[in-house]
């Protein structure tokens, strides 16, 4: 298939019902992506579409500020995760390409 994300990364939700999953009012949700903290995509007509990983994403933001954390703390902490992600998957196919070069595999 051409699309290989997974069902929870696909942008398929209208923000109504963004809403209504999670509890936020739409002026929240449209906050929080001018914030840079959630990214949907959006469909030829401008309407905003997001994917079930936003709407977990939302809550753990929607916490966050309950508990009193600013936006751009929130935001600040986004970027070290994913630094961290992406250091991650870079040393873990570093040791798959020692593995592979020791034990003589290739990937095909």
Known sequence: M???LSYKDKKVITIGVVRDL???SERQIRYYEERKL???ERTAGGSRKY???D???LMKIANKIEDGIQTHEIRKEMI??????NQDEMRRKMIQGQLNAQFGLRKN
């Open 38 to 40: 959630i990214f949907p």
């Open 51 to 53: 994917s079930f990983s």
């Open 80 to 85: 070290r995760e994913q630094k961290k992600q």
């Open 55 to 57: 709407v977990e994403l």
């Open 2 to 4: 051409g699309n290989d």
């Open 22 to 24: 999670t509890g936020l």
